[in-house]
């Protein structure tokens, strides 16, 4: 159980085109899904946090324009990466977690990440 | 605010050895819990274990074991007997509970466990 689905696994992109990354809840219903961004040889760095229905909360520095999420139902957000830059090349890991007070309503998990490329 | 300290950044050992990872946190909370996970190479997050602060019974599955000391607020993770497949990088990470919109994770810096043959 709990599994999570990600899409695209990789994406290599030219430079100001828009790139989507669905996550994916395959057997529980997610309440709230995590975007986060990971360099190379760091930590994850959460970017965003998104309720089913509602907007997503954006970490401080995290632009809001730049990268769109939207969590139509509860078991799939999207995070849109739009005109993309090649600073923008990264590894990109959604996680989603059921609601407080459920079957592991504690607990965040991940999906396989999306690498990035913006060339 | 919290934190997650995992002093270790990397560590090597030789196949069958026993390799303890080291998780030190701050919180005011008292009520919070704490994760281990593992990423190996392909870069997936996989939960190991979550423990919550008002249970302080260590916890063993097979070859791994779990040290909870809220009196150093540690959360030390033992593998016992290493092997090659355990090597990748392990978070350490602390989260408040029941936050009304989902429980943000602080993370560790994370350890690099390289287990050789």
């Known amino acids: 159980g709990a599994v999570v689905s990600q899409h695209p696994s990789w994406v290599i992109c030219k430079s100001g085109t828009s790139v989507k990354i669905e996550c994916r809840s395959l057997?529980?219903?997610?309440?709230?899904m995590f975007w986060y961004r990971q360099f190379p040889k760091q930590s994850l760095m959460l970017m965003a946090t998104s309720n089913e229905g509602s907007k997503a909360t954006y970490e401080q520095g995290v632009e809001k324009d730049k990268f769109l999420i939207n969590h139509a139902s509860l078991t799939l957000s999207t995070l849109t990466v739009t005109s993309a830059h090649p600073e923008d090349s990264s590894f990109y890991i959604c996680s989603a977690r059921n609601a407080p007070g459920t079957s592991g309503g504690e607990t965040q998990y991940f999906g396989p990440g999306t690498r990035l490329l913006v060339l | 605010a919290q934190k997650v300290t995992q002093a270790q950044t990397e560590i090597s050992v030789v196949e069958k050895e026993d390799v303890t990872l080291d998780c030190v946190y701050e919180t005011r909370d008292t009520t919070y819990y704490l994760f281990w996970y593992k990423q190996p190479p392909s870069g997936e997050l996989v939960f190991l274990i979550r423990r919550n602060s008002f249970d302080e019974q260590n916890e063993i599955s097979g070859r791994y074991s779990w040290n909870f000391q809220k009196s150093t607020s540690s959360f030390n993770f033992t593998i016992t007997a290493s092997q090659v497949v355990d090597s990748a990088v392990y978070f350490c990470?602390?989260?408040?509970?029941?936050?009304?919109?989902?429980?943000?994770?602080?993370f560790g810096a994370g350890t690099i466990l390289r287990v050789k043959s």
């Open positions: 057997d529980f219903q997610a309440t709230t």
């Open positions: 990470a602390l989260s408040e509970v029941y936050m009304e919109y989902g429980n943000k994770l602080v």
